[in-house]
């Protein structure tokens, strides 16, 4: 798609039904996001969410996905242990699920990993800029600005074999530079609009995450109204009698 400059669409998906859907909207690629530890599991940072329940939610996505590339996060700290460690993990998403790809972050200081990974078969997007897994040694949510570490760590994934470069949280300069660093496809959430295609998190995306949402989200549904309205109409027509109807009732 970067060769023939058609924009490449990510979102996350966690579940068959949304999976679903988002494949039939045209959606390039769903990425099981290790997010799914803070908008579904309603955990604080990514951390918590183990290689189980990555599994667990893969494994539903990959089968609900028809065209769509599905790509798994590795989740803390399966993609900072042993190399042979995160091998086996990779292994189990293309084993045990229908999905196709891992996403691992870091740049440089992954590449013997990334190698690894792609000379045993499991294709990796790696993924530079903002690490939600590194939030701690970071002391934060930042925006990097550091465009010649960013071109450095993005130009080693993509020596040592990844497909694609995830960049998350950088200035529109750094996207823009790393794109133009590499040849592989760059998909940016909060790097601009210089990037290859572009990813966000689909409960963001369609106002189901609740409190705060960083500035490069674009909310474009009012999901968790919908939900509410829907849940007091239900428990309205309940108290006053009026469901079940004679058209709901055998
Ligand atoms: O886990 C996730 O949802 C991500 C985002 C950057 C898209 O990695």
């Known amino acids: 798609m970067r060769e023939d400059g058609k924009t490449i669409t990510m979102l996350t998906a966690y579940d068959f039904p949304t999976a679903a859907i988002l494949d039939e909207a045209g959606i390039d690629i769903l990425l099981v996001g290790d997010s799914l530890a803070m908008v579904v599991q309603g955990h604080e940072t990514t951390l918590p969410v183990t290689m189980d329940q990555m599994l667990y939610h893969?494994?539903?996505?990959?089968?609900?996905?028809?065209?769509a590339m599905v790509v798994v996060d590795l989740p803390f700290p399966e993609g900072q242990r042993e190399i042979s460690r995160s091998v086996d993990c990779a292994a189990r998403v293309l084993k045990e699920t229908k999905c196709h790809a891992v996403k691992l972050e870091g740049g440089a200081e992954q590449a013997e990993r990334i190698e690894t990974l792609v000379t045993a078969g499991i294709p990796v997007m790696a993924h530079v800029g903002l690490r939600p897994q590194n939030i701690h040694v970071d002391g934060g949510y930042r925006v990097h600005r550091d465009v010649d570490s960013l071109v450095v760590?993005?130009?080693?994934?993509e020596k040592a074999g990844a497909f694609a470069i995830l960049i998350e949280c950088v200035t529109v300069a750094a996207g823009k530079a790393v794109t133009e660093a590499v040849?592989?496809?760059?998909?940016g959430i909060g790097a601009g609009?210089?990037?290859?295609?572009q990813v966000l998190v689909t409960n963001d995306l369609i106002g189901l995450t609740q409190g705060y949402t960083p500035k490069f989200v674009r909310k474009i549904a009012d999901a968790s109204t919908l939900i509410r309205d829907a849940a007091t109409t239900y428990r309205d027509a309940v108290d006053d009698g009026s469901f079940p109807g004679a058209s709901e009732s055998f």
């Open 58 to 67: 893969a494994e539903m996505v990959g089968r609900a996905a028809q065209r």
């Open 153 to 157: 760590d993005a130009v080693a994934a």
């Open 183 to 187: 040849s592989v496809p760059t998909i």
């Open 193 to 197: 609009p210089h990037t290859t295609g």
